[in-house]
Antibody, heavy 118, light 110 residues
C-alpha cells in the first residue's frame, strides 16, 4: 500500500534553514508528481509546492517562492523541501502528498511539524 | 492565490442532507473541472473524498457527492453519520501547476 513518511521537522530560529524529507513506498515513485502542503496550527491547508515526476519542472505558492525549493531523488524514492530564510509564519505541519494526473492529491503522509521561533 | 471561500461551520442530523459550499473565481473553480474535497479528523492527515468535481474514490461512502455551478462547488453529505464529523476542505486547480484550498468547514453531526 502507498506510504508517505515525512521527517526533518523541528524548532528553528527565524532566518535559518531546514530540509524536510518524504520517503515514499508502495507505488512507482518516479511516475508521479508530488506536492508539499502545509497547515499552520489551528488553520486551514495551504498548497506549497509541486514537482513533476521527472523533477524537471517545479511550481510554488507565492508565499514561499524564492525561499523554498522542492526536489526529488527518484533513485531513493524520496521527496525534499529545502526551506531557507524561515519566518514565524512558516510554522506549520508540512505534509507531502502524491499527485494524481496533476489534478488532486490521492495520498498524504502524516506530516512533520516545523516551528520557527527565537 | 486567494483562498477559496467556505462556511466556517455547518451542522446536520443523520436524517438530513448537509451541503458545504466552496466559492472561487473563474481562474480556479469556475475555470477547471479539477475540484477536490478532503476530510480531516483532528490530528490526522487529510483524506481524499471527491475529485474531478463529482467522482468518489473507491471506499468513500456514496452518501458523499460533489457538484459545481459556475464559480461555486459543493459537497453534499446525505444523512451524515457520527464518523463524518470532521473538517472539510475544498481544493481547486488554479492554472500553471498551482492549487488553492478553501479555508475549511467544520461539520458537526447532531
Amino acid at each position: 500500500q502507498v506510504q508517505l513518511v515525512e521527517s526533518g521537522g523541528g524548532v528553528v530560529q527565524p532566518g535559518r534553514s531546514l530540509r524536510l524529507s518524504c520517503a515514499a513506498s508502495g507505488f512507482t515513485f518516479s511516475s508521479f508528481g508530488m506536492h508539499w502542503v502545509r497547515q499552520a496550527p489551528g488553520k486551514g491547508l495551504e498548497w506549497v509546492a509541486f514537482i513533476w515526476s521527472d523533477g524537471n519542472n517545479k511550481d510554488y505558492a507565492d508565499s514561499v517562492k524564492g525561499r523554498f525549493t522542492i526536489s526529488r531523488d527518484n533513485s531513493q524514492n524520496t521527496l525534499y523541501l529545502q526551506m531557507n530564510s524561515l519566518r514565524a509564519e512558516d510554522t506549520a505541519v508540512y505534509y507531502c502528498a502524491k499527485d494524481r494526473t496533476s489534478d488532486y492529491f490521492d495520498y498524504w503522509g502524516q506530516g512533520t511539524l516545523v516551528t520557527v521561533s527565537s | 492565490q486567494s483562498a477559496l471561500t467556505q462556511p466556517r461551520s455547518v451542522s446536520g442530523s443523520p436524517g438530513q442532507s448537509v451541503t458545504i459550499s466552496c466559492t472561487g473565481t473563474s481562474s480556479d473553480v469556475g475555470g477547471y473541472k479539477y475540484v477536490s474535497w478532503y476530510q480531516q479528523h483532528p490530528g490526522k492527515a487529510p483524506k481524499l473524498m471527491i475529485y474531478d468535481v463529482n467522482k468518489r474514490p473507491s471506499g468513500v461512502p456514496d452518501r458523499f457527492s460533489g457538484s459545481k455551478s459556475g464559480n461555486t462547488a459543493s459537497l453534499t453529505i446525505s444523512g451524515p453519520q457520527a464518523e463524518d464529523e470532521a473538517d472539510y476542505y475544498c481544493c481547486s486547480y488554479a492554472g500553471s501547476y498551482t492549487w488553492v484550498f478553501g479555508g475549511g468547514t467544520k461539520l458537526t453531526v447532531l
